[in-house]
């Protein structure tokens, strides 16, 4: 058995990440024992448990990164883990990350942002109707990074939630106006459960209520985990139609533990990790 491996785990509103070097032998494996070896480490009781997982290499100044749910598979965004990586790298100016042209820097004393640059147009919005056991419901379907769908004004059911990640095939997020600022709860794919915090459901429903209403915030998205905060830039050009040119999303990522875990060779990633232990040393 093998310790040599060093992680990292940070959260951001609860909603929690593992962070691995990323390894030329970790690119080099097939997508199949990669997700294999993902999910083992992301496994909240035979593994160090997570929401997702965080391939970091660094190269010179220049930083790469991928992003893993769960589940194993890539995704193409993730708001709260960049956040977490401006908290891990920790420099003073902005760090350039490709994933969905975005940049992280650090904001103030524990304060960290993401901005993503002209990430979403008006013809990326729609809105659909969805029909559910207990009504109808308005459902505004919008990409920022990966795709949500949000509803606004509902307490949902856990049976409601689970329906429309299938319906729609995206993460659910259902929001809330409580005084000066909004409750949310996102169902994520990939995790195919409710966490604690979703930066890019953030960042959707702000751009949703900038093409519904032209809100322009600043908002304050509060979930479970805690609170985020989302500021729009927008385009204003006489001879163009606005939209948002910039969303910056702002929070406090912490840093929850590090250590050394087993290298990728000694991680059993086809049965759980109590297959290894001793016959007789566990009733």
């Not at 997508?31 to 190269?59: P, S, T, Y």
């Not at 794919?189 to 209520?209: H, R």
Request: hydrophobic share 35%.
């Amino acid at each position: 058995m093998s310790f040599a491996s060093p992680f990292w785990k940070y959260h951001c509103t609860g909603n929690d990440f593992v962070f691995k070097e990323d390894s030329f032998y970790l690119q080099s494996l097939s997508e199949e024992h990669l997700a294999g070896w993902i999910r083992a480490l992301c496994q909240r009781r035979f593994g160090i448990g997570a929401d997702g997982c965080v391939l970091l290499g660094k190269k010179d100044d220049s930083y790469s990164f991928r992003y893993f749910n769960a589940d194993g598979r890539q995704a193409d965004f993730c708001g709260n883990a960049l956040l977490c990586v401006a908290k891990h790298v920790d420099k003073p100016a902005k760090i350039q990350l490709k994933m969905s042209g975005s940049f992280v820097y650090p904001e103030k004393e524990d304060l960290y942002a993401c901005v993503l640059e002209d990430p979403i147009f008006p013809s990326d919005y729609a809105m659909h109707t969805y029909t559910h056991l207990y009504g109808s419901w308005e459902v505004h379907c919008i990409t920022v990074g990966v795709k949500h769908a949000v509803v606004f004004g509902i307490t949902p059911s856990l049976e409601a939630l689970k329906d429309l990640r299938m319906q729609f095939d995206a993460n659910i997020t259902f929001v809330e106006s409580q005084g000066d600022h909004l409750w949310v709860k996102t169902y994520e794919k990939g995790v195919e459960s409710c966490t604690y915090g979703c930066g890019s459901a953030s960042s959707a429903i702000a751009s949703i209520l900038y093409f519904l209403h032209n809100e322009k915030g600043p908002f304050i998205i509060r979930s479970l985990g805690g609170f985020l905060q989302v500021h729009l830039e927008e385009e204003d050009q006489q001879d163009k139609i606005n939209h948002i040119t910039r969303i910056r999303l702002v929070g406090f990522p912490q840093l929850t533990c590090n250590g050394f875990g087993e290298s990728y060779e000694s991680w059993n990633t086809k049965r759980s990790q109590r297959s290894r232990i001793p016959r007789g040393a566990y009733s």
